[in-house]
């Protein structure tokens, strides 16, 4: 239940966070760009918390790539 506390005196409320970046690449005459992108993401909430529960962290990178086409 989302409006349970997991352990006694925990707050149910917590802070969210995250950043992000995009390099995006193109060369000429080829209409589709290229982009890799780094994201950042994390909570105030302990790792023991219901939505830290999977892995227990509180923060997570990952980074992302591919082409944009136009249509």
Known sequence: NYYR??????HRHFFYYGWGGDL??????SPAYTFVGLRFAGNSASKTNWNNQNGHHRRLCWIETGVLLPF
Not at 5 to 10: H, I, L, N
Not at 24 to 29: E, H
């Open 5 to 10: 506390r997991s352990t006694s005196g925990e």
């Open 24 to 29: 995006i690449l193109r060369r000429d005459p």
